[in-house]
């Protein structure tokens, strides 16, 4: 989960001595001298900084908000492995670093590459990837620059059909996996190409360095993101639009990045099998050592296949009270009691959406996860570390099929 910003925060989790050498290294005056201020003296810092040209100002909050983000234990991983993967080891510099904020800010200054790409890997386990394409080569993708720039240029024709999308910049990042210790198989590897586009132009209101109101004309980039799964031969994308949009956007990845013709049906982005959850016996167990202490399957959508627009929402309601079978056994009753089999029996309809919630260790909603699935590709579910859980337990009760 992203860790909320305000400058305050930051200014009381940075030491006085990092931030003072952020300001030397990015050579913002910031008029006073942090190392003779009282570590427990956030006042004269944030209003030095809110003194500063609104350009400089601009820069230090941002600076501050990133390095603030990554500063907690999954942060430091992310950066250890980064930095790693860059040929880079930071573990003997960070080692003699108080602080998990102060460690982040440090690697700001001193290491941007592997801020950066450690950052954007945060960035994404905080979005949700809704579409999805399974039937692609199992291996890395390529992800030299010849590759960025078809993709950049492809992405810039396509966006010209909507006078827009003049500039597109790609960064890649790359996670490798790792290798089963049974097997030697390597598992879990993963590449990001984040695109982006140049916007529509926007007008704003703002103030010049003098404090004088101005209207502004600025050209903004938006975001694309196609995640690749090397042992699954999955991609998934996060971008806004709907699914013909993102057909088209996986159509241009997997042709000038995977150099691949194939064809554009719906078998090949059945990601998520739903239709399992008709049985109310169905079971959902999960690793005891992931400590679950229950998985509730809170609604259903049903559509008949061929009559689209007729569909029914079944959902559970009430509370479980630790009785983690309770509103399954409701949802399945209320289900049988609901349609007419005579008519049209269960299984002729198709499961197009279901809604569930994995409770993990921890009072009241701490540790509980509701998420979405939608057929054939969509799941809200995003990339932190329990919700990667839930994406394996997917796997295991054979609802994502990839």
């Known amino acids: 989960m992203a860790r909320q910003f305000t400058l305050k925060k930051c200014v009381t989790a940075f030491s006085n ?3 003072q050498e952020y300001f030397e290294a990015r050579k913002i005056p910031i008029g006073i ?6 570590e427990e003296d956030t006042k004269p810092i944030i209003d030095a900084i809110g003194a500063l ?15 603030f983000s990554l500063g907690d234990e999954g942060g430091l991983k992310s950066i250890l492995a980064e930095a790693d993967d860059l040929g880079n080891d930071l573990t003997d510099h960070l080692s003699r670093i108080d602080g998990h904020e102060d460690k982040a800010l440090w690697t700001l200054i001193h290491s ?10 945060r960035t994404v386990e905080t979005l949700n990837f809704r579409r999805h394409r399974k039937d692609l080569p199992k291996a890395a993708p390529p992800c030299d620059d010849h590759v960025k720039e078809k993709l950049s240029k492809a992405l810039v024709a396509f966006f010209a059909k909507e006078a827009r999308g003049r500039y597109c910049e790609v960064d890649i990042f790359v996670r490798d996996g790792s290798a089963d210790p049974v097997t030697g198989e390597i598992k879990g590897g993963r590449t990001l190409y984040c695109a982006y586009p140049e916007d529509y132009a926007t007008t704003d209101i703002g103030y010049d360095e003098h404090g004088k109101r101005k209207r502004r004309t600025r050209r903004t980039a938006f975001e694309i993101i196609f995640q690749y799964f090397h042992d699954e031969g999955r991609l998934s994308l996060y971008a806004k639009g709907d699914k013909k949009r993102a057909l088209a956007l996986q159509r241009i990845f997997i042709d000038q990045v995977l150099d691949m013709e194939i064809p554009f049906d719906l078998r090949g982005d059945r990601v998520f099998e739903l239709d399992g959850l008709k049985n109310p016996s169905m079971a959902f167990p999960t690793p005891p050592e992931d400590g679950v202490e229950y998985v509730l399957l809170k609604s259903l959508r ?11 929402t079944i959902e559970a309601s009430g509370n479980h009270n630790g009785n983690s079978s309770l509103p399954a056994q409701n949802l399945h009753a209320f289900l049988q009691e609901s349609l007419d089999q005579e008519k049209m029996p269960l299984d002729r309809y198709r499961v197009t959406h279901a809604t569930m919630q ?10 509980s996860v509701t998420f979405g699935i939608t057929w054939p590709d969509s799941c809200s579910l995003r990339d932190e570390e329990s919700h990667m859980r839930i994406k394996q337990y997917l796997k295991d009760w054979s609802i994502d099929r990839a």
Do not use: C, N, Y
Request: proline share 11%; charged share 35%; no cysteine.
């Open 17 to 19: 001595v990092r931030m």
């Open 33 to 38: 001298d942090l190392r003779h201020v009282a």
């Open 53 to 67: 040209p609104p350009d400089a100002r601009a820069e230090v909050e941002r600076d501050f908000q990133d390095a």
């Open 112 to 121: 941007p590459d592997a801020f950066e790409a450690a950052r954007t890997w």
């Open 302 to 312: 049903l559509s008949i296949p061929g009559e689209p627009g007729k569909r029914i």
């Open 358 to 367: 994995v409770k993990f260790p921890g009072k009241g909603h701490r540790g």
